[in-house]
């Protein structure tokens, strides 16, 4: 599905401001994931970051132990609308 093309179907803007619409939305959800705040989206979910633990992992090729530096994942939770889906 083309977002950009939902929007324009559905609010009658043109495709250059729903495109400026789309990315502003994406934009500002990725600019609050990266300062580590909770986005949620009633009826959709709940996107949150959540700190990766450091661990040791091996190389699949040669065998050899790999240090595993800690990071953060995006984790999502569906809401109760989604969840009913089937």
């Known amino acids: 599905m083309d977002l950009v093309q ?6 009658g803007l043109n495709k250059a401001q729903a495109e400026a619409a789309v990315e502003a939305v994406f934009g500002r959800m990725k600019t609050a ?16 970051i959540r700190p990766r633990k450091t661990g040791v992992g091996r190389n699949p090729r040669t065998g050899a132990e790999v240090n595993i530096a800690p990071g953060k994942s995006i ?10 889906l089937d």
Do not use: Y
């Not at 939902?6 to 609010?11: H, K, S």
């Not at 984790?75 to 009913?84: H, L, V």
């Open 6 to 11: 939902a929007v324009v179907n559905r609010t």
């Open 33 to 48: 994931l990266e300062q580590g705040e909770r986005i949620e989206l009633r009826g959709f979910g709940v996107f949150t």
């Open 75 to 84: 984790r999502f939770r569906p809401g109760k609308e989604m969840s009913a």
